[in-house]
Every structure is written in C-alpha cells, then in structure tokens.
C-alpha cells in the first residue's frame, strides 16, 4: 500500500472584475453524490447552487444498480415511487450469467439481487425498499430536477477553476462559464466536492489518498441492439462473455454485457489486453468484435457511444477540511461489482446533509461536521476493498475457464477439459463451482450494503453494557453476504412493518423515523420518555417525534418484529438520528418523567456536540 500525493499543479488564475456572487452551499458535480447532496439539503430547506462541468446530466448509463440502502435515503424525501416507475427490478436483475455469446452457450448462472430463493427472505426482512436496475442518465435528471424545484440553482457548463478562504472564513470560489467563456465568483459559506475521481477540491485540499495499484483500464460501449428473443431464456441483467478458444482482440479479452433498457439497450463493457492499450481500434472493428460477442449475425447492432474509465482502489484518507467537504468518486473509487458506487455517494450525502441543516439551523454545533469523516470514510475504505475482492473473484472464474493465458491452444485444451469425464475434468470443473460459489459475495452483498456500523461523537454509547463495536473486518465472509437487523448505537435503525390496532395499512418503522427530525421509539410503560422528547423537544428547538410500538399503543408491532430486534424492554427506548441510524438506546424507562428528560437531554446535546 502505498500514499499517492495529489496533482501539485495550480489552476491557472483568473482576473474577475465583478463582485462575488453570495450563496451559502456551492456544490461542484451533479453526478449521483452531488445531486442528491442537492436534493437532501433542499428538503432540509437550505438553499444554494451545483455547478456541473458537463453540459447536461450523464450521457452514459454508468452506474446502474441501486440497492435498498440507496433507495431507503431517496424514499425519505419522497422520490422512491418515481425512481421504481423508470427502473427495472425483479426479473430484469433476476440472474447474472457466464456465457460464450449472448446467443451461445452458458457455463453457469447465479441468482442475484434478493431473486435467490434462500435469500428472498433475508432482502424482505432488511428494508422497505427493493433493489433496481437505474441507469445513471435516469437517476441524475430526477435528483437534478427536485433539488432545482425545491430552490437549489444549477449551472451546466460550468467549473471550478480554484477555490480560496477569505478573512471572515467564507469560500470564495472561481467558476467558468464555458457558453460564456466568461469566468466569476461565487462566495459560498460551504463547499462541496462532488467532482468525480478527477476532483479539482481535493486536488487543491492536497489530502492523501490511499492506494493500491490500479487493475488497468476498461472500455464501455453502449449499444442498440434488440436481444429480447435471446434474453427470455436467459433472464438478467448481467452477463460475463468469455470465449477462450477465440484469438482476443487486443482492446477486449473478456467482456461483461450490461443491461441498460430491457432489452434493446446495452452495455458492453470490454477489457484489454494492456499492453496493448495504445491502440485506437476503429468503430467498425468495435461493431465487428461486439456481433461475434452476441452471437447473431441476424441482430442489427448501432453503437452510440464508447469511453474509457481506470479500475482503481483508491480511497481518502479524510472526506473534510474546515468548511470544505468531499464525498462519492472525490473519496472513494473502485470497480463497480458489488453495485456498491453511486449507491454509497447517496449515501455519503444523506449523512452529511442532515448535520449541516442542524449546523445551520442552530440545533448542532460544528463539532457535529466532524463526524462526516468520522463515519464515512471507514465505509468508503470497506467498500472499495470489496469491489476489488470481487474483482478479483471474478478472475478465479476466468482462470478456471483457462481465459488468462496467452496461448490459445492452452485456452482450447482448457475448454475441452471442462467437459471431459477424466480426473482432470472433474478438477477443472470443481474449480470453476468452487469460483462461481465465491461470486454470491458480489450479488447477494446483504451485509455489506446494509450492515454499516457508525462510531463517533455522534453516536452514545456510554448507556452499553460493553463494547458494542462489530468485531472482525467488515469485509469478513458472513458480515460481507449477511446483514444482521440491531439497534446497537451506530447501527441503521432495523425495518419492521406496523399498523394500526384497528389496520389502516402497514407502514415502515422508517417513514415514522427520518424526514429531518429526530425519533424515539418505546412501548408499554415507556410514556415518560415521550414526554421527555416533547419537553427537550420544547425547550432546545430540536425537532424530536416520538412514537410507542406495542399492544395498544400509538403502533401495533403486527408481526412481533419489533419485539425480536429492538433489543431493550418494553419500557425502553430507541432513538433514531435524523439519517435513521440508532444514535442512542437505554434498556428500560427511569422511575420518573424528571428522570428521562435529564437522561435524555444529556444524550441529545451530547449527539449534537453541544
């Protein structure tokens, strides 16, 4: 492992005649983590502007599985029903395949996404939401477009160009308008750097990044081609295209075939040889490579775009400085198995965006903005090591289909093992079960989604009976493929569903919680600390509800799941954070209302770094 130093080279100054231009949060990028930073701070009520170097919303799918962790932060401000109308879920994800040709012959197949019968169970019990296939170019102009309708300006066309900290500690930041080509400032109380891998702020911040070799690069090309004939038997949305007794093109000696729109839109993501990287093969022999991977000189092909992008492991050291926070691809980048990569930008933006409206509304002080990192750059550096655990997964799979030598005899004489009934076949054959096994780390990554575990001054613990901190690595088998519901401090606050005494409708334990305020949780016996929560409430202005789960009381516990995972008495209590993270519990009720409200109001200035 080594520390990379950042890019020391200055952006070149600009001479800008016109006043700075006041707003209070300036975020660069628009990409998944910036506009939904946009989109989190909007419901919160702030008010500011995204700037985006690009001229529209991405062009290309990029990132396209949203898992429930993601979509739970999107469903909290209300856009969960618009997201599930332009996604794709259950069968459109039902299976990801290894195969010859996507008309051809298939080596094996894996249920993923919650479609396992053995796994269903485990993806309903973990979250009101189900995971999607949402292709960025959807995602982004629905994120984009209720940030701009909720009071956040956007600005396409233009970046950043550097940024300084004037006397009274406000960020004055240079922008260029490229319509114009005409450069300004804006003077923002807050900064924040959701600029991609290439990122300028934390180019210009200088914070370490910490890394490990890159796995070379990878080429996308996005096609048109209607499979829908192929894929009704061959549900999914993924598909690894390996033909080893085929001499390789240089630019792609494997290729995974990606789903953008059922079922005539693709993605061909192409990996090649590096040393042969150089090259600058034509359209026409990507078109030509692209047929022989489908398998069907009957099906018209139009290719509409091709890029490049690295396969790295590289995450920050730290997310913030001063007022300056950075957070999706700025911090953390990494292959995208797993699924893990916008989902975890959402996620670094829902945490982020709730401490800076209780900074800026009064409710926190700014020791609260210190916990950003804190808590997120632990998981940033969990997630970027599992991509490139499954990445490198993935190579035991093609290792045992004999792809990664050069010598295409070896390749042939690999491929004829595989279906001999000899010693050597049968090894052959274990080996890639044995690979294949390995892959349900990738596609049914429960634990490692879902299973995050906070700890900083924004989470109490000092009412735990012992260190409740998850022992082992979070990248450890079972912790990476299961996640286990507790409302242990730091943990996300489990999902039940609940209704009425006399039912209405079932409703989620997380839309009682979330939505910008604080949440408790007690039962029978537990009413002195609803009014503890009201009287802090009351008197510190913090926006606290709290809600009684149990036999009569304001929520029937339907199931008797809540009973199962709450993990304190009837009487006790459970209190959520604003990002329905378990911030604090206590095991039962105190004797007195007095009693509760003095422990209670300790813990709450404590979260709040008071």
């Not at 997201?83 to 259950?90: F, K, Q």
């Not at 396992?116 to 169970?121: A, E, L, S």
């Not at 992008?309 to 400085?321: G, L, M, P, T």
């Not at 930008?345 to 210190?370: F, H």
Request: proline share 5%.
């Amino acid at each position: 492992m080594n520390i990379l130093d950042p890019m020391d080279e200055k952006a070149t100054p600009c001479l800008v005649s016109e006043e700075p231009l006041d707003v209070e949060y300036l975020i660069v990028g628009m990409g998944p983590a910036g506009a939904s930073l946009a989109c989190f701070l909007a419901y919160h009520g702030l008010k500011g502007m995204m700037i985006n170097s690009a001229p529209s919303t991405a062009g290309t799918p990029r990132a396209h599985i949203t898992n429930m962790a993601a979509l739970e932060c999107l469903r909290d401000i209300g856009l969960e029903e618009e997201l599930m109308r332009v996604g794709n879920a259950e069968g459109a994800m039902q299976h990801t395949r290894w195969c010859y040709s996507m008309a051809g012959e298939e080596f094996a197949r894996v249920y993923s996404w919650g479609s396992d019968p053995r796994r269903k169970g485990d993806y309903e019990l973990a979250s009101p939401c189900v995971p999607i296939d949402l292709p960025q170019t959807l995602l982004e102009p629905i994120l984009v477009r209720f940030a701009t309708h909720k009071g956040i300006q956007a600005r396409f066309d233009t970046s950043l160009v550097e940024f300084v900290e004037d006397e009274h500690h406000r960020i004055v930041s240079t922008l260029h308008d490229k319509v114009l080509n005409k450069h300004y400032k804006v003077r923002s109380k807050y900064l924040f750097g959701a600029d991609g891998a290439r990122s300028r702020i934390m180019k210009q911040l200088q914070i370490p990044l910490i890394a490990e070799p890159g796995k070379g690069v990878a080429i996308n090309v996005l096609i048109k081609a209607d499979l829908t004939n192929l894929i009704a038997n061959r549900m999914g949305n993924l598909h690894f295209i390996l033909q080893p007794d085929r001499p390789h093109a240089l630019f792609g000696w494997l290729c995974i075939a990606r789903m953008v729109k059922p079922w005539h839109e693709w993605m061909f993501i192409l990996f090649p040889h590096q040393q042969s990287w150089n090259a600058t093969p034509s359209e026409t022999e990507y078109l030509h490579y692209i047929q022989t991977l489908i398998g069907d000189p009957s099906i018209n092909v139009e290719i509409l775009d091709i890029s490049t992008w690295n396969i790295n492991e590289i995450v920050a050291e730290s997310y913030s400085r001063n007022n300056v926070f950075c957070l999706g691809d700025a911090v953390h980048r990494h292959p995208p198995m797993n699924g893990l990569g916008s989902n975890t930008c959402i996620q670094d933006a829902y945490n982020l965006a709730w401490k800076i409206a209780c900074v800026e509304k009064g409710i926190a002080s700014r020791e609260l903005l210190r916990t950003y990192s804190i808590e997120r750059q632990p998981v940033g550096k969990s997630i970027v090591r599992r991509a490139n655990e499954a990445f490198g997964h993935q190579t035991k799979v093609w290792e045992a289909l004999g792809l990664l030598t050069g010598d295409i005899e070896e390749r042939k004489e690999a491929m004829r093992e595989l279906g001999q009934s000899s010693p050597a076949g049968a090894s052959r054959r274990r080996k890639f079960t044995a690979a294949i096994e390995t892959t349900r780390h990738e596609f049914h990554g429960l634990g490692i989604e879902m299973g995050q575990h906070y700890i900083s001054r924004a989470i109490y613990t000092d009412d735990e009976p012992n260190d409740n901190a998850p022992s082992g690595s979070p990248n450890s088998s079972d912790r990476v493929l299961y996640y286990s519901p507790s409302t242990v401090p730091g943990r996300r606050l489990p999902h039940v569903w609940l209704d009425a005494a006399c039912p209405k409708g079932m409703i989620s334990i997380h839309d009682l919680a979330g939505k910008g305020a604080f949440c408790l949780f007690t039962g029978p016996g537990g009413e002195n600390w609803k009014r503890a929560a009201a009287a802090i409430a009351n008197k510190f202005s913090i926006p606290i509800k709290s809600f009684s789960i149990g036999f009569g009381q304001d929520w029937e516990d339907i199931y008797m799941e809540w009973g199962r995972v709450r993990e304190v008495e009837e009487s006790g209590c459970v209190l959520a954070r604003p990002d329905r993270f378990v911030g604090w519990r206590f095991k039962e009720a105190l004797e007195t209302e007095e009693a509760c409200t003095e422990k209670l109001e300790k813990v709450m200035l404590a979260l709040l770094g008071k």
